[in-house]
């Protein structure tokens, strides 16, 4: 069973330019979830969607950060425009959502370096 | 909400050396913890996870883990390190009524020969 795949892998861009992840989730999970982690810290939640809905995404900073989940399935998280704290490694996580306390399987992550 | 503290930043051990991290939880009830391992460069692996029953809980390459409701804490354990152990080890716990997580900082684990 193939896992989380996100792309890209490692993004170098300029400061003010846009920048996008990709991420497919495992097959049948409803549950995605984008995480921002910090060097040296643990993973904060982005968003949370519920199938194609966005349950929480209080810690989203709006004015620069857009996310998607057409159709229930694929997600693209957006920055635009990227600024130098935006570098990070931006984790997609997956789960069945079935009731509480599921296990979140994570992708590779997608390294971001803004200069 | 519920919130995750590990108070190691950075532990060091000799390789077959015993190893406790230590994780501690807030949460207004039963939580669901984990334990997640994170390679340079990768994401982040489960360990092992407990959502009831039995307290103590093993997991994969060796590892433990014991929830202990009257501290808030959900230690991992592992009796024997071996140089591959050497990684990133984040405590996270779940709530009940969503499937919120949260994360602790992370403890960095570093093996000596």
């Known amino acids: 069973e193939a896992g989380v795949v996100q792309s890209p892998r490692y993004k170098i861009i300029e400061k003010k330019q846009p920048v996008a992840f990709w991420c497919n989730p495992i097959s049948g999970h409803n549950t995605l979830y984008w995480y921002l982690q910090n060097l040296g810290q643990g993973p904060e939640l982005l968003i949370r969607?519920?199938?194609?809905?966005?349950?929480?995404d209080s810690q989203l900073p709006k004015d620069r950060f857009s996310a998607e989940r057409l159709k229930g399935v694929d997600s693209t998280l957006k920055i635009q425009p990227a600024e130098l704290g935006d570098s990070a490694v931006y984790l997609c996580?997956?789960?069945?959502?079935?009731?509480?306390?599921?296990?979140?399987?994570f992708g590779e992550g997608s390294w971001l370096t803004v200069v | 909400a519920q919130s995750v503290t590990q108070p190691d930043i950075h532990i060091t051990v000799s390789e077959g050396a015993s190893l406790e991290l230590r994780c501690n939880y807030s949460y207004g009830a039963t939580p669901y913890l984990f334990w997640y391992v994170q390679s340079p460069g990768q994401g982040l692996q489960l360990l092992l996870k407990y959502f009831s029953g039995d307290t103590l809980v093993q997991g994969i390459k060796g590892f433990e883990a014991e929830f202990k409701r009257s501290q808030s804490s959900f230690n991992l354990r592992k009796p024997s390190v071996h140089w591959s152990d050497a990684a990133e080890y984040f405590c996270?716990?779940?709530?009940?009524?969503?499937?919120?997580?949260?994360f602790g900082a992370g403890t960095r684990l570093t093996v000596k020969p």
């Open positions: 969607y519920e199938n194609e809905e966005a349950v929480d």
């Open positions: 996270a716990v779940g709530a009940h009524n969503n499937n919120d997580m949260r």
């Open positions: 996580a997956s789960s069945t959502g079935q009731g509480t306390g599921n296990t979140i399987y």
